[in-house]
């Protein structure tokens, strides 16, 4: 899973996981934003797995965008 991150411009980091549609998340930090990301894509995953739910084939967990 490709995680995508941006810088705001008020200077906040925003990570996004295109592949999971609602993870995104802030983070005050470069690496604090990846984590958050990869931490709420697996609580996703999880979730889905539970509700008998579809998630992406996964060649590798995650992989940080350039």
């Given amino acids: 899973m490709i995680v995508e ?24 930090t470069r690496d604090e934003a990846i984590a958050r990301a990869e931490a709420l894509a697996l609580r996703v995953m999880a979730d889905r797995l539970d509700n008998g739910e579809a998630i992406p084939e996964l060649k590798e967990v995650f992989a940080i965008a350039s």
């Fill in 5 to 28: 991150i941006d810088r705001e411009a008020d200077g906040r980091w925003i990570a996004e996981i295109p592949e999971l549609p609602g993870v995104i998340v802030y983070g005050d």
